[in-house]
């Protein structure tokens, strides 16, 4: 009889150590899973354009002057190079689609204000974070920053974005509508 109680503790007391192990290794799972997921998900956004509402316009001005270009037919690519010159002034230019020289594009007064303001205000300068490249499709214009991870996105229809940097690409990325017709796009790295 001594020894079958002896044997019942023993069990009792191997499931308390068990169950201690378990909740320990559970909770601790949790403390380290939690404020790295938020982190995460803040850390996807850290690339996003800065007080997007006070150069909201200014945006609405290039990404006009982006589809005005692409429809003209002349672009080899689907993409507008961002170019900053020694005196601190912008240009904008892409390939020609026949004789594959660089053209440089014709901009207004106010167009060349507003991207000047975009290129040294918007976007975060560091980590290759600046605007390097402006892709520019029939229905979609994306202000894309030099390491590729980050677009805010003009949709001329207003409809989300299937696509972000090539529509021929199933990359992955994340979405956050700012307003009617723009976007935040993060793309995800598997």
């Known amino acids: 009889?001594?020894?079958?109680?002896?044997?019942?503790?023993?069990?009792?007391?191997?499931?308390?150590?068990l169950i201690a192990i378990i909740s320990f290794s559970v909770l601790l799972g949790i403390y380290n899973f939690?404020?790295?997921?938020?982190?995460?998900?803040?850390?996807?956004?850290?690339?996003?354009?800065?007080?997007?509402?006070t150069y909201k316009s200014d945006f609405?001005?290039?990404?006009?002057?982006?589809?005005?270009?692409?429809?003209?037919?002349?672009?080899?690519?689907?993409?507008?190079?961002?170019?900053?010159n020694s005196d601190g002034t912008v240009h904008l230019s892409y390939e020609k689609f026949k004789t594959e020289d660089f053209v440089e594009v014709t901009m207004s007064q106010r167009e060349k204000?507003?991207?000047?303001?975009?290129?040294?205000?918007?976007?975060?300068?560091?980590d290759m974070a600046y605007l390097s490249v402006i892709r520019v499709y029939k229905d979609q214009v994306e202000f894309e920053i030099e390491n590729g991870l980050y677009s805010l996105v003009n949709r001329r229809d207003g409809h989300k974005p299937k696509y972000v940097n090539k529509p021929d690409?199933?990359?992955?990325?994340?979405?956050?509508?700012i307003s009617a017709?723009?976007?935040?796009?993060?793309?995800?790295?598997?």
């Open 34 to 53: 939690l404020p790295a997921t938020i982190m995460w998900y803040e850390s996807i956004w850290e690339y996003k354009v800065r007080d997007f509402d």
């Open 113 to 126: 204000k507003s991207l000047e303001k975009i290129n040294a205000n918007a976007f975060h300068q560091g």
């Open 1 to 17: 009889m001594n020894e079958i109680n002896k044997n019942k503790k023993i069990k009792s007391l191997i499931k308390s150590v």
């Open 169 to 177: 690409t199933k990359r992955h990325f994340k979405l956050k509508k």
């Open 181 to 190: 017709h723009w976007y935040h796009a993060r793309i995800v790295e598997d």
């Open 60 to 84: 609405q001005t290039i990404a006009d002057l982006a589809y005005r270009e692409f429809s003209k037919g002349q672009m080899k690519d689907s993409y507008i190079l961002v170019s900053e």
